[in-house]
């Protein structure tokens, strides 16, 4: 097994470890941010964290032909906390365990975190070093990327002079994104009345074994989702059984991987059969994405009697089979999904149940219509609907200095021809384009995989060769 310090660039993997030591889920990102400011104070760069907790280190071009151009390079500093069922870790204050196997590094059953940690370690180095050509440059290292863009929704541009942005947000080396979708969040609100159990016996419903993935850039996989399947055993065994309680996924943006519902029934083995049933048919659809696919059912010890009404259980079943989910729209001119919506959490408070889901298109009509569509089921199933903050998609433009760096300089270190994209995946490009005018942006990264699952993993060559072509972007930039 390698080790840290013998892989060749060893530097970017070190702070990689470093920042990974710190709690850094979405949201809670007031110790990663401090970090990261006395780690720049310390080194004596200009450095601003602002009320949202973004950092900005800028850094003073390294030769005088360079003095009038400025670069901001982009990316955040959250993370999506994954973990199996079966492991034991708090995020609060837990470190993530790099593991490396061959060439790629995991973590120890939970998500890795290189989605973005990877680009705030290689900015660290790039920073760090004196060995460098680059003009001035202004590292943008945001908040909440990963559940609701909340760090540049309210980032004051006036704290930033470029012009030209290198967003290092993206997944899979020699592919530049110059395009992506928007997006946000939306719930159904499902008043939760109560009634006492007319049956005797309680059970535990439970879908696990999914794969997950990344309810963007995986949506079109047809990879199953443990949310909208376990909406499928409710309604064929509605009949028999009341629901004590539901919940699945954990985070909106990645395709939910488990969920549960603790139901009541003396009709075991009636449920039994259905379940053995659908399981099958289940298994069969996704043997290719999902091939670990299970449904289990076992008994719970309670005394509790208290049950979903019939009109609750009838407007949570319902609600979470009639929610559209996976790709809605696809493009007939290229392979790119348009909109697509993700269930991703299905969770209770005291007086409701939420089901969250993901929207996401690049065309803000039809992401209009998707939002009007799920009011209306709302409307249909008498249930609150309640909208979050949406986030604008990034336009294609057809002409980049930037985009045309990129290209031109990885075929003079690469020897071969970069593939440029657009994807359906949000990225911050789009607010910071709608903030900063004129800005001439570009997206790219390492290979990675199975972000936002307990088996994201990180390409360390690759990783290598990004870095190299970072650096070299950055000699080569003369705007």
Not at 175 to 196: N, P, Q, V
Not at 240 to 261: F, H
Not at 356 to 371: D, E, G
Request: charged share 30%; glycine share 6%; with cysteine.
């Amino acid at each position: 097994m390698k080790k840290l310090e013998n892989i060749q660039g060893e530097k970017v993997f070190k702070n990689f470890e470093m920042i990974n030591q710190i709690p850094r889920c979405s949201k809670e990102e007031e110790k990663i941010s401090n970090f990261l400011k006395e780690w720049a104070e310390e080194r004596d760069f200009e450095v601003i964290q602002d009320e949202a907790l973004n950092i900005i280190i800028k850094k003073p071009a390294t030769d005088k032909s360079k003095s009038n151009s400025t670069l901001i390079l982009q990316g955040h500093m959250d993370m999506v906390c994954e973990k199996n069922a079966d492991k034991e870790h708090d995020f609060s204050k837990d470190p993530i365990k790099l593991v490396i196997k061959d060439d790629y590094i995991y973590a120890d059953n939970t998500t890795l975190g290189a989605d973005n940690g990877i680009a705030v370690a290689m900015f660290m180095t790039i920073l760090e070093s004196n060995d460098i050509k680059h003009p001035n440059l202004e590292v943008l290292i945001t908040t909440d990327e990963e559940s609701g863009m909340t760090g540049v929704l309210n980032l004051d541009p006036a704290n930033l002079k470029g012009k030209t942005l290198i967003n290092l947000d993206s997944e899979g080396e020699g592919i530049f994104t110059a395009g992506c979708a928007g997006g946000g969040r939306l719930s159904l609100r499902i008043k939760k009345d109560y009634r006492d159990s007319k049956f005797n016996n309680t059970y535990k419903i439970f879908v696990s074994g999914l794969s997950g993935g990344h309810s963007g850039i995986d949506i079109d996989k047809e990879k199953a989702n443990s949310n909208k399947i376990l909406g499928r055993v409710l309604y064929d065994i509605e009949e028999y059984i009341d629901i004590n309680e539901i919940y699945g996924g954990s985070k909106t943006n990645a395709i939910p991987r488990e969920a549960t519902v603790v139901i009541k029934t003396d009709e075991l083995e009636v449920i039994t059969n259905i379940i053995n049933k659908l399981s099958e048919e289940v298994k069969n659809e996704y043997q290719t994405t999902d091939p670990n696919l299970d449904i289990s059912i076992e008994l719970v010890k309670t005394n509790n009697k208290k049950v979903f009404s019939d009109e609750t259980k009838k407007k949570l079943i319902r609600g979470i089979n009639l929610i559209k989910n996976g790709p809605l729209k696809k493009s007939t001119e290229i392979d790119l999904v348009i909109c697509s919506n993700n269930l991703g959490v299905i969770k209770e408070d005291e007086n409701y149940i939420e089901l969250i889901c993901a929207p996401r298109s690049s065309t803000k009509s039809v992401l209009k219509r998707f939002r009007q569509e799920m009011k209306q089921l709302s409307q249909v199933l008498d249930v609150e609907y309640v909208e979050g903050d949406f986030y604008p998609g990034w336009e294609y433009s057809s002409e980049s200095y930037i985009r045309d760096l990129c290209k031109k300089t990885y075929k003079e270190t690469f020897k071969n021809k970069a593939e440029v994209i657009a994807i359906h995946a949000g990225l911050e490009c789009g607010f910071l384009s709608e903030k900063i005018s004129d800005l001439d942006a570009i997206s790219f990264g390492p290979d990675m995989q199975d972000i936002h699952t307990p088996n994201e993993h990180l390409n360390i060559n690759s990783t290598q060769r990004t870095y190299k072509l970072l650096c070299n972007i950055l000699e080569n930039y003369e705007k």
